[in-house]
């Protein structure tokens, strides 16, 4: 092993921001770097990837916001065009209202079995598109800095992944739309000229705020709640972004929040884990969606 290889290897939050720093990187400088020695690639194939990740992203948020979609079982679908078509009179304010929506449509088109990019999951894939496309055409940021922005969202999902759980069925919701929200608070706070402590900071609260969240999928479907899950993670990631920017800091250190994370996933029951035996899953109206879809209720 080349000694720079070391150099950039990092599986907790403190490596990481002790790797930016020594150095004075940001974190997707930094993640660009582990990426570049552990795939033996080019700068420019990295560079190709995210373009490619950022056009399917992009291609799913506009499918989803522009065309009359149903998913498979028909449970859902045109929410995200309809909240869209609202976001201009929502208390929120437009810009979140606009990421709200966005996040929404990027769920609706993988129910409706159309192309998008798990980002962790495909349950919580609309989360990081859905914000970061769109505060980039809000802020000006162009491709070049939302592929920047991927890098620092790939570096807390990765932490996420090796500390805790991405998978709902292992973690719970808070595993999926947790990461999803916190992959997002990160990746906004760098492009907006936060530090990697205030990124960190951000991904934190966002855990936090929805620490033991359960995985309860109506009729076994990621459809409802997960959908509705996403506009929520959309908010939780923009709030958690703007908490950090604005020199709030998370009093529980990134590392401990993500034990924390795997701790509440092991302690919940397995009827709260994706196997649609718990929570809204478990309800009347679930049980009789799940009865006509499947001729059965469990």
């Known amino acids: 092993m080349k000694p720079a290889e070391k150099t950039y290897t990092f599986y907790k939050g403190e490596e990481l921001l002790a790797l930016c720093r020594a150095e004075s990187l940001p974190i997707s400088e930094v993640m660009l770097r582990r990426e570049l020695l552990l795939s033996d690639v080019s700068r420019e194939a990295v ?20 065309e009359e979609l149903s998913s498979v079982s028909g449970l859902t679908g045109g929410d995200a065009e309809r909240f869209s078509g609202y976001a201009g009179r929502a208390l929120m304010g437009e810009a979140l209202a606009h990421a709200v929506a966005a996040s929404m449509a990027v769920v609706e088109v993988n129910a409706s079995m159309g192309r998008i990019v798990a980002a962790p999951t495909a349950g919580a894939s609309g989360i990081l598109p859905g914000v970061l496309l769109t505060y980039a055409e809000a802020r000006g940021w162009n491709d070049e800095a939302l592929c920047s922005g991927l890098l620092t969202a790939g570096a807390i999902g990765m932490l996420i992944a090796c500390g805790a759980s991405i998978s709902g069925a292992e973690g719970g919701c808070q595993a999926e739309t947790g990461t999803g929200a916190a992959m997002a608070a990160a990746a906004l706070v760098e492009l907006s000229g936060g530090t990697p402590a205030q990124a960190l900071h951000g991904a934190a609260i966002a855990l936090k705020n929805v620490m033991g969240l359960v995985c309860d999928p109506v009729a076994g479907l990621v459809e409802c709640p997960c959908i509705k899950r996403n506009a929520i993670g959309a908010a939780n990631a923009v709030l958690s972004a703007d ?3 604005s020199g709030v800091e ?15 996933g092991r302690a919940m029951s397995p009827d709260l884990r994706e196997t649609a035996r718990g929570g809204v899953a478990a309800s009347p109206t679930a049980k009789a ?10």
Request: charged share 25%.
């Open 47 to 66: 560079h190709a990837e995210l373009m490619e990740t950022l056009a399917t992203m992009r291609t799913s948020v506009q499918r989803g916001l522009t």
């Open 243 to 245: 908490l950090a920017l």
């Open 250 to 264: 998370s009093l529980i250190p990134f590392d401990e929040v993500v034990a924390a994370i795997k701790n509440v």
């Open 289 to 298: 969606l799940q009865k006509t879809l499947f001729g059965r209720e469990e």
